[in-house]
């Protein structure tokens, strides 16, 4: 069983949030952009029936699934990844949703007025917009997964192993210490929890032969974290 996983081929984007636990679990997949092009994506995106409204998706025999929560609920039942009960696994995905939430936050840290439009064509309300946001809104969130984790005495978020939550904070803390480096190593010193459960994942053997490897695209200034240093601040 090998997977298709369509996503921008020069981003790390939301589709590193998929990428991370198929790396630690060892499930195959072929990254279909980077091996047949955008075009190809683009293909897929416009096929009916049910086309996703964007990327990342999943293709597998002709099932298609969008949206990366909902992937990653799918790779948890289906690869034993999943919670025992019910009321974690919706805490989870819970999980899941909060952090895309964050992620959209994040973005509009460069692009508050258009995503089509170029960064230099909205310095100046982006400059507002991330002042705001690293002031109060990424303390906030922050400091909330802070306490779920303390909430759990397990080394992990949720269960006594490993899950796509831990993966995707592992995922966060690294885009958003690339983003804004001042801003972080100001938070980190009251998020102790975060950062071991982002140095844990991080050692994983699927994660850290990811990491060391040429398929771990690079943070750069194309994708959701980016890094100018006239947003960052202590």
Known sequence: MTY???????????????????????????????????????????????APFAP??????????AQVANILQYLGERHGLALSSIRDRQWANQWQLTIADLLVEVHATHHPVAVSAWYDDQRAEAAR??????????????HYFETLLDEHSGPWAIDHRWTTVDTSLFQLVAGLRYAFPRRMATL????????????????????????????????????IFRHYPELDAD
């Open 4 to 50: 298709d996983l369509w996503y921008w081929p020069t981003i790390q984007g939301r589709g590193e949030f998929v990428r991370l636990p198929m790396e630690a679990a060892g499930i195959d997949y072929r990254d279909r952009a980077r091996i047949d092009g955008v075009a190809a994506m683009q293909q897929q995106l416009d096929r009916s029936p049910r």
């Open 56 to 65: 990342p998706f999943l293709d597998l025999d002709g099932i298609r699934i």
């Open 129 to 142: 917009n991330a002042a705001q946001f690293l002031a109060e809104r990424l303390p906030k969130y922050l």
């Open 188 to 223: 980190e010193r009251r998020l102790s929890r975060l950062i071991a459960i982002h140095d844990q994942v991080a050692k994983l053997p699927g994660i850290a032969a990811y990491l060391a490897s040429d398929r771990r695209i690079a943070f750069n200034t194309d994708g």
